[in-house]
């Protein structure tokens, strides 16, 4: 079982519509969770990091942590042609020392 | 958050050669990560380089193979020793800022020949 699942992909979504993205982690004492987004050829910039069940909102962007599941959701409203990206989940141990990164979802924006 | 440089953005290297790759951060900062995306694929956690103390490997990662070094708190390095094919990776440096968050500079991207 891996660490971190994620689907891989791709998803397709239109322009202006909600991107669902979902996340499953196998350590029950994980602790920290975050969201990348990764363009092609380009490196992974944290879009969201989020700490305690629950819903936290940035903008467009919302995480949603449910530990008692072991499921972390990010959902992009809006979603434009430029969220058109890699996603990666990650997510720490019980120490906080070691990120663990899902394989990625595809996620492409139709105009 | 810290901005962030690697040297060199890429290379072609030879078989059983070795290649350093450098980290430079515009701040201190404690913990500072080195990862491995291989074509398609997720980042792999290879080491954890903390200033003051010796790199912690994870497993299926060798301090022969991946030499760190962590001098200051605001530099390291990486360096791939003896390369194979298999080697050819994008080696990336992150560093954690604020409570747990990790940020990352743009990458090495190595090809072995």
């Known amino acids: 079982q891996k660490e971190v699942e994620q689907n891989s992909g791709p998803l397709s979504v239109p322009e202006g519509a909600i991107a669902s993205l979902n996340c499953t982690y196998s350590d029950r004492g994980s602790q920290s969770f975050f969201w990348y987004r990764q363009y092609s050829g380009k490196s992974p910039e944290l879009i969201m990091s989020?700490?305690?069940?629950g819903d936290k909102e940035d903008g467009r962007f919302t995480a949603q942590l449910n530990k008692a599941s072991q499921y972390v959701s990010l959902l992009i409203r809006d979603s434009q042609p430029s969220d058109s990206a890699t996603y990666l989940c990650a997510v720490t141990g019980y120490n906080n020392n070691d990120m663990r990164f899902g394989a990625g979802t595809r996620l492409t924006v139709k105009p | 958050s810290a901005v962030i440089s690697q040297k060199p953005s890429r290379d072609i290297c030879q078989r059983g050669t070795s290649l350093t790759i450098q980290c430079q951060v515009d701040?201190?900062?404690?913990?500072m990560f080195w990862y491995r995306q291989q074509p398609g694929q997720s980042l792999t956690l290879i080491a954890t380089?903390?200033?003051?103390?010796?790199?912690?490997?994870e497993s299926g990662f060798v301090i022969d193979k991946f030499p760190i070094s962590r001098p200051n708190l605001t530099f390291s390095t990486l360096t791939v020793s003896n390369m194979s094919p298999e080697d050819s990776s994008i080696y990336l440096c992150?560093?954690?800022?604020?409570?747990?968050?990790?940020?990352f500079g743009p990458g090495t991207r190595l090809t072995v020949t």
């Open positions: 989020i700490y305690s069940n």
């Open positions: 380089a903390n200033q003051g103390s010796e790199a912690t490997y």
């Open positions: 701040s201190q900062v404690t913990m």
């Open positions: 992150s560093v954690r800022q604020g409570r747990y968050e990790q940020y």
